[in-house]
């Protein structure tokens, strides 16, 4: 699909909108963030960025050729320097067919491997998580010169943090921007190595003996074979690090994602939830 023109315009043909589409409201990517994820505009206008130009979406996604919507992408931080990566998601206005598959979220660049994706942070989310759980911010511990201003090395050097992880930078988002450290993979594989046999090495400082872990994977996890094998791999994993894991689980009714949970029902059964996460 991203090498040649004429794929392209194959893919570009896959997906007619169908005639009740156009009842539903449309947001544009700052509303989808902050309306539908729940996610802080501080955060969201530090993050998000928006691309239309084919030619650079395909310099983004490290492909060939791109002739499809335009879209927004973010960028992970590399959390040990606080600078922006080369890694990220990149999710186009409509979704493509890739392979046969269809595909809402791309994740970049094409052939260097899955990373975990580390948002960056704002002063006022950072102290809004270190007075949730009760852990300091020194001083020495902020760095204005970083992107994250040395958050992800804060988290580090504070194994009593809670750590959520989940799929996708939203999800991540709207847990960051409530209260909670959250690190976003861009599947449910992807924080795994060699077909589950070792952690994936980025997450290997944040997963340490004593930690809680929280993996809040989407809803329907259970159900899908694929999802939950991975879920179960992951966890045992996490629990060879002697971290302390617990799954958060949540009925499909009440949203797919946490960010739907949390933006359907409410910031009180948002928080019931992930105070019942199991071991």
Same mark, same amino acid.
């Given at each position: ?156 050097? +504070? @194994?009593? &943090?809670?750590?959520? /992880? *989940?799929? $996708? ?11 909670? =450290? ?17 952690? +994936? @090495?980025? &997450?290997?400082?944040? /997963? *340490?003996? $004593? ?11 259970? =159900? ?56």
């Amino acid at each position: 699909f991203y090498s040649t023109q004429t794929s392209c315009k194959l893919a570009n043909s896959l997906q007619e909108p169908s005639s009740d589409s156009f009842s539903v409201p449309v947001l544009n990517p700052s509303e989808e963030w902050i309306s539908g994820s729940a996610i802080a505009p501080a955060l969201t206008q530090k993050w998000l960025r928006e691309i239309d130009d084919p030619d650079a979406i395909a310099v983004l996604l490290n492909w060939n050729y791109y002739c499809h919507s335009g879209g927004w992408f973010v960028k992970s931080v590399n959390p040990t320097t606080g600078k922006y990566a080369k890694h990220g998601q990149f999710k186009p206005s409509s979704p493509l067919e890739i392979e046969g598959k269809t595909q809402k979220y791309i994740s970049f660049p094409k052939g260097k491997g899955t990373q975990p994706i580390f948002a960056p942070m704002t002063l006022d989310l950072w102290i809004n998580i270190s007075e949730r759980h009760g852990v300091a911010i020194a001083n020495e511990d902020i760095d204005e010169t970083r992107e994250d201003l040395g958050f992800w090395s804060w988290v580090i050097a +504070h @194994p009593e &943090l809670p750590l959520t /992880i *989940t799929e $996708g930078a939203k999800k991540a988002g709207c847990l960051l921007s409530k209260g909670e =450290v959250a690190i976003a993979l861009t599947g449910v594989w992807n924080g795994q190595v060699g077909k589950g046999k070792a952690l +994936h @090495p980025a &997450l290997i400082p944040f /997963i *340490t003996p $004593g930690r809680c872990v929280r993996l809040a994977f989407d809803a329907d996890a259970t =159900v899908k074979p694929q999802v939950e094998a991975a879920l179960i791999q992951f966890g045992r994993l996490c629990k060879q690090q002697k971290a302390e894991v617990f799954i958060v689980k949540w009925g499909l009714e009440l949203g797919k994602g946490i960010d739907d949970l949390l933006v359907n029902q409410g910031q009180e059964k948002f928080r019931e939830v992930l105070g019942n996460a199991i071991a």
